[in-house]
């Protein structure tokens, strides 16, 4: 219980230190799902590196999203930030397959076929403690959604 009332606390502060505000208080929001790359889903890495999501920092200060959880509500995949800080107006990628991060592309070193449902699925971005920051569901019936 104390570990669960903790997390929070060392997020916050640790933006804090950092110089940056956590997302939680900022403007990041789910920009986009490639849910359903071209062409046939082989579940090679560079396949699933084609399946993604865009976070975007609306926002006009750098945030911190280290402990920020993205998840997928479908199967439950949960993907953890660790420390990094999202510019002002800046995106981020956040790929399903395996890669090297920058502060470009993040990679969620999934190597075991798809995370987002082709079908339908639900892409959530939350605190450490589960608040959610923004969410985003899409039905289908094409490639990628903007949210």
Not at 24 to 41: H, M
Not at 59 to 81: M, P, Q
């Amino acid at each position: 219980m104390h570990a669960r009332l903790l997390a929070p606390l060392v997020v916050t502060l640790t933006a804090l230190f950092n110089g940056c505000p956590t997302a939680s208080g900022a403007a990041v929001k789910i920009t986009r799902i490639q849910y359903d790359p071209p062409g046939v889903d082989t579940h090679k890495n560079s396949n699933l590196n084609k399946e993604f999501v865009v976070l975007k920092n609306t926002g006009s200060a750098t945030v911190a999203l280290t402990g920020l959880r993205l998840e997928d509500k479908g199967e439950y995949h949960v993907y953890t930030f660790d420390t990094f800080r999202l510019g002002a107006g800046k995106s981020v990628t956040i790929h399903t397959g395996i890669g090297n991060d920058d502060r470009d592309d993040l990679y969620w070193n999934w190597g075991f076929g798809d995370i987002w449902g082709n079908d339908a699925d639900t892409a959530t971005l939350e605190t450490a403690y589960g608040h959610d920051v923004d969410q985003c569901h899409y039905s289908g019936g094409g490639m990628a959604v903007n949210c």
